[in-house]
């Protein structure tokens, strides 16, 4: 059964910066897209950045110039570059993989705190 677990959140000031992991195991399981998804407190959960097995980005509005979604195919492995955070970033950042074709399967990571303050 395979699993998302994020790692590399925490607390940073204003400005900084913390680069996000999400590791998949328990199966050699292929996502088609992997991204990155946020909640805030009394929010719904957002779209951070999606990317395709080819490469291909989407990214929020939000996030435009400031962070940046890789992924190791090999490693079955997804990570955000957050750069120039703000406070309006905090929340609880949760990794998601998408695989099928003609229907979509989806599977959470159980997320990690990323806390901005001012």
């Known amino acids: 059964q395979v699993q998302l677990v994020e790692s590399g959140g925490g607390l940073v000031q204003a400005g900084g910066s913390l680069r996000l992991s999400c590791a998949a195991s328990g199966s050699t399981r292929s996502f088609n897209v992997m991204g990155w998804y946020r909640q805030a407190p009394g929010k719904q959960r957002e779209l951070v950045a999606t990317i395709s097995r080819g490469g291909s980005t989407n990214y929020a509005d939000s996030a435009k110039g400031r962070f940046t979604i890789s992924r190791d195919n090999a490693e079955n492995s997804v990570y955000l570059q957050m750069n120039s955070l703000k406070p309006e970033d905090t929340a609880v950042y949760f990794c998601?993989?998408?695989?099928?074709?003609?229907?979509?399967?989806?599977?959470w990571g159980p997320g990690t705190q990323v806390t901005v303050s001012s």
């Open positions: 998601n993989g998408q695989w099928g074709i003609s229907t979509v399967f989806n599977i």
